[in-house]
């Protein structure tokens, strides 16, 4: 059967996700940027009105009653926006989009693990290219990989900085390729990138609803770009990506801008306390704008640390990772939560 598969797909390693407790297991899940927060309940009620009716047809194929309600959100026509399931789905639509195997995506180093493996998958070329002092975007750098599409998260993942618009738009001005701004984090954040698509023909915004919207386990994303853009990452995207009970979920969770607002709110707050009290702790953590901060460990010994709190029960994120290897990353919580974390590292520290 090996001699059936592609090569390059033999040869990789896949990405690897986050840790998931078993069925039933009572954990501290702070370790996959989950909202602690419930998704709203105008979601919950699309979610009970979908009939049998609409189970048994097809769903609109370009979830066009989402992109309408985004646009209303954002300011943007239906035609500046692509509906996707999850923003992994947007993603590996711009992949296909963008990229052939002649091609390079180039991305700043340490960021999230799928970019690398998308590049893969499509027999694409890589370029990995450090972060500058400070986490600033390392613009020389990218340039010279001679990329034809730059991914940049932003905040990062997994270390929750942000990279200013002014950097990104002076990327995207000397860049002769595509920029994808991966904002999946960035209703957490004090600015994010979404005028550069007016500005800049080159420049896509793709988000998700599952974090700051709360429906990770639902999967719906979108991206944001000029319509001539759009319509040809149309062109590469499964027939039916967004399903129905999605879409009316993901709807009505946009729509409820007050919910979604005051959820982010308490989410900024914790990651305030959860960051000073870190650093009560020895801790040195990195100014975070997302929902999770990436902390180092007093001592260095992170992958012990992450393997001590699991037998208390809690969860968080361990990178064997150059750079990376005496951090922790640690979603922020609810209040309760994030006060069991504390309590816990107490115990084990002291």
Same mark, same amino acid.
């Given at each position: 059967?090996?001699?059936?598969v592609?090569p390059v797909?033999?040869?990789?390693s ?20 989950e909202?602690p ?12 009105? @979908? ?7 097809y769903?609109n ?21 692509i ?17 052939s ?10 960021t999230y693990?799928?970019?690398p493996?998308?590049a893969?998958i499509?027999?694409s070329?890589r370029?990995?290219?450090a ?8 613009v020389?750098?990218?340039? %010279?990989?001679?990329?034809r599409?730059?991914f940049?998260a932003n905040p990062?993942?997994p270390?929750?900085?942000? @990279?200013?618009?002014?950097?990104v ?6 860049l ?5 701004v991966?904002e ?5 954040a004090?600015?994010n ?8 023909p080159? @420049?896509?915004?793709?988000?998700t609803?599952?974090k ?6 639902l999967?719906?994303?979108?991206a ?6 759009i ?5 590469v ?10 879409t009316? %979920? ?19 707050s914790?990651?305030r ?9 020895g ?9 999770? @901060?990436? %902390?180092?460990?007093?001592g ?10 699991k ?5 968080v ?6 750079g990376?290897?005496?951090?922790l990353?640690?979603t922020v919580?609810?209040?309760q ?7 816990t ?6």
């Amino acid at each position: 059967m090996s001699d059936w598969v592609r090569p390059v797909v033999r040869a990789m390693s896949g990405y690897v996700p986050g840790e998931q407790p078993r069925a039933g297991e009572r954990v501290i899940k702070l370790n996959t940027n989950e909202n602690p927060y419930p998704p709203s309940p105008k979601v919950m009620e699309a979610i009970r009105d @979908v009939g049998a009716d609409v189970l048994r047809k097809y769903p609109n194929p370009t979830a066009d009653a989402f992109r309408d309600a985004a646009g209303s959100v954002l300011g943007f026509g239906r035609d500046w926006i692509i509906a996707g399931n999850g923003s992994d789905d947007i993603l590996a639509i711009a992949t296909r989009t963008f990229l052939s195997s002649k091609d390079v995506l180039a991305y700043p180093d340490p960021t999230y693990s799928l970019y690398p493996v998308l590049a893969e998958i499509n027999e694409s070329g890589r370029a990995a290219v450090a972060w500058e002092d400070g986490f600033d975007l390392p613009v020389e750098g990218l340039l %010279a990989a001679r990329p034809r599409a730059v991914f940049l998260a932003n905040p990062n993942a997994p270390t929750g900085t942000f @990279v200013a618009p002014a950097r990104v738009a002076e990327l995207a001005r000397r860049l002769d390729g595509v920029v994808l701004v991966d904002e999946a984090y960035v209703d957490f954040a004090d600015e994010n990138c979404l005028e550069l698509v007016r500005e800049y023909p080159n @420049v896509v915004v793709s988000r998700t609803l599952s974090k700051a919207y709360s429906l990770a386990g639902l999967r719906f994303g979108y991206a944001v770009a000029r319509p001539r853009v759009i319509e040809q990452m149309m062109k590469v995207k499964d027939s039916y990506n967004c399903d129905a009970v999605a879409t009316a %979920a993901a709807t009505a969770a946009i729509l409820d801008q007050d919910w979604a607002r005051d959820n982010w709110a308490k989410v900024r707050s914790e990651r305030r306390r959860l960051t000073e009290e870190l650093g009560r702790l020895g801790f040195r953590v990195l100014p975070s704008q997302a929902n999770f @901060v990436l %902390a180092r460990v007093p001592g260095g010994a992170a992958g012990e640390l992450k393997d001590r709190l699991k037998a208390e029960g809690i969860l968080v994120r361990y990178f064997d990772k150059p750079g990376l290897s005496d951090k922790l990353r640690i979603t922020v919580g609810s209040p309760q939560e994030n006060e069991a974390l504390i309590r816990t590292l107490r115990n084990l520290l002291t």
